[in-house]
């Protein structure tokens, strides 16, 4: 009896987080009620979310840390397979380490559909500090070793024009990541160019022309050291500065 019931408390609160994770990113945290949440996920007690997180902001912590350690593990697998044959060896084969662990986290985390790129891209834009908070500087070791290996791999440069070509890289992916996700979530109508295979090719192609353009002359002249972010937090390219 009390496996069975424990059963049915783990689930109720995954449909809570699932249910709330797409509504968070439709509409954003503040456009979204606990009640809303608590009727999406099918419970019929709507002290439930209160039950199992305490309060929505808890609940939100939990989602990004969930979607930010799953792609930080991906990630890492992805590089410690490049690395045992020697790689990467391009900034597209980073680029590759980039990309493809933020993409179709679905299938491992029993949702139906992708939905916790266009979540924090909302909630970095409209919570910051929330999002910063909920973080704490961890799950982000992945996206680490992949700037460090495009520090080596890119064209001579000043750091500090590397650097800044990161902040750029994470908005780029973001938006972009972000646009396709809702694109092929979407039912109401088709979307051959999101849903091809070549687009996705294409996006990395465009970001790894970015990463290894070269640098106009005069740029960066007066850059004084090799400054960083001050903030590099999230899993899917979040630098914030």
């Not at 999002?131 to 500090?160: I, Q, T, V």
């Not at 090719?201 to 005069?218: D, R, S, V």
């Amino acid at each position: 009896m009390a496996k069975t019931l424990r059963k049915a408390q783990t689930g109720a609160r995954e449909q809570i987080k699932l249910a709330a994770q797409r509504l968070f990113a439709l509409r954003g945290i503040d456009g979204v009620s606990v009640r809303e949440i608590v009727e999406a996920s099918g419970q019929k007690n709507h002290g439930s979310l209160s039950y199992y997180f305490g309060t929505k902001e808890a609940l939100v912590r939990e989602l990004v840390a969930d979607g930010a350690k799953l792609i930080d593990k991906r990630r890492n697998d992805f590089l410690d397979r490049l690395e045992a044959s020697g790689g990467p060896s391009s900034v597209r084969e980073a680029v590759e380490a980039l990309v493809f662990p933020s993409i179709g986290l679905s299938g491992e985390t029993g949702e139906e559909e992708d939905t916790y790129i266009r979540f924090i891209a909302m909630l970095a834009m409209n919570h910051r500090e929330l999002f910063m908070d909920a973080l704490e500087k961890r799950w982000n070791s992945g996206y680490l070793r992949c700037l460090d290996h495009l520090r080596r791999l890119m064209p001579d440069m000043p750091a500090a024009a590397k650097n800044q070509r990161f902040v750029f890289m994470g908005a780029y992916m973001s938006s972009v990541l972000s646009l396709r996700e809702a694109a092929l979530t979407d039912r109401s109508r088709p979307h051959p160019s999101w849903s091809s295979d070549d687009t996705l090719e294409h996006f990395m192609q465009t970001l790894t022309a970015m990463l290894e353009a070269p640098l106009e002359k005069g740029l960066f002249a007066e850059a004084a050291g090799p400054r960083r972010p001050r903030s590099i937090v999230g899993s899917i390219g979040m630098i914030l500065d």
